[in-house]
C-alpha cells in the first residue's frame, strides 16, 4: 500500500463497529432481553470498544502530534455533546445527573482518549509498559474511585488495547489478514465461549452494568476481587481472538461500509439523539410498526417475537440507516466546520490547517 493511502478494509472495519455501537445502545435504550439479544449483546461488547481502542493506537503512533491536537480533537466535542445529551435525556429522565467531567452514557469514549494521548509520550517511556498497564487495570478494579469521573475506569482499562494497537506494526498487521480462516475461527470460538461462560458463571449485581464495559469497580458490580479479576482477564483474552477473526474477515474493496468508517465520528456523536426521539415517541412508533405490520399488533413485548428475531432484523436496519445518514458527506463537512471554527476561536495555533493529503493520512477514529 502506498504511503498515505487509505486502507479500505480498516476502514469497512471502523464502519462495521459503528454500526455495532449504534445497535447495542438503541438495545440498551429499549431495554427488551431475550436470550437471543442478551447473547449478541454480550459477544459485540467483548470485542466492540477494544477493536476500536485498538484502532486509535493503530492510527495514533506519532504520539507528540496526537497531544498536541488532543485538547482541540477531543475536549471540545466532549463538552458540547456530552451536555447536549443531558439536556435532551433530562426531559425523558429528570433524575439524570450531570458533571462537567463525567461522562454520560456513549460519551466518555471521547474523555478516554484525550487523557491517554496526553499522557502517551511520557507512558511511552515506561519499561514494559503493555504488561504493566494490565496489572494496574487488574489492580483498579479493586478501588470505588475508579468509576465513571473523568473516565478514569475505562482509560486504565483500555490501555492496553490502545498500546496493542500502537505497537502494532503495518507488517504485523498484513500477518494477521493472513491467519488461516480455521485457525481464526477456531480462537475466535474460543473467546466468545469465555465471554458467555464467565457472563453466566460469574453473575453481577442486578442493574450494573456488564463487567465487559470496565466501567465500575468490582465491588460496584457485586463482585469479589478474585471475580472482577477474571472478568477483566477474561476481556484481555477474549477481545484480541475476536478482533483477529474480524480483521481477518472483512473486505479490502470501497462499499457502503467504507463509508461510514470514514464518518464514523459523526456517527458516534450524533447517534445518541434519534434513539432519545425514538424512545421518548416509543408509542408513535410502535403504531406505525403495527400499522405496517399487522401482525405485530397486540404484542406488547417484541423481544419474545419468535425468540427476538425480528427485533434483531429491525435493530441491525435501524442502526444501518441511522449510521449511513450520519456518516455522509453533508453531515461530516457540517461538523468538520463547526469544529474548526471553535477551535480557531478557543485555541491559538502555529498553522492555520492540514493540507488535504495529510488529513487523508492520518485515518484515526473519526
Sequence with gaps: MAMGQRDAALDNLKGLLIISVVYVHFYDMLGQKTALLFTI?????????????????????????RRRTAWEDYLIPFLIFNTLYYLVRVGQEPDIKYGLLRPLNMYWFLMTLLIIRLLM???????????????LALIAGGDAYFGRTLSLSRTVCFLPFYLLGYFCTQEQMQRIRKIPLPVAFAGAAGG????????????????????????????????DPWE?????????????????LLIRLIPARHGILTGIGRGSMTVYLLHAFPMLWVVGHWEFVCGVINWLIPAFQGVDYPGRLC???PQVIALALYSFVVSCLLSCKP???????????????????EKTGKSEKEVESVQEIH
Design 307 to 309: 425468540c427476538g428475531i
Design 121 to 135: 509520550p511520557e507512558l511511552l517511556r515506561i519499561r514494559h509498559l503493555l504488561p504493566l498497564s494490565i496489572v
Design 192 to 223: 466468545a465461549l469465555l465471554s458467555l461462560w464467565l457472563t453466566d458463571t460469574l453473575k453481577v449485581e442486578k442493574g450494573a452494568s456488564h463487567p465487559f464495559q470496565l466501567v465500575n469497580s468490582y465491588a460496584t458490580q457485586g463482585l
Design 228 to 244: 472482577g479479576a477474571a472478568f477483566r482477564l477474561g476481556i484481555y483474552i477474549a477481545a484480541p481472538l475476536l478482533g483477529i
Design 331 to 349: 453531515v461530516t463537512r457540517a461538523y468538520d466546520r463547526c469544529m474548526a471554527g471553535l477551535q480557531h476561536m478557543l485555541f491559538r495555533t
Design 41 to 65: 449483546r454480550t459477544l459485540v461488547l467483548t470485542v466492540q470498544m477494544p477493536l476500536f481502542v485498538f484502532l486509535c493506537g493503530y492510527f495514533g503512533k506519532n504520539a507528540e502530534k
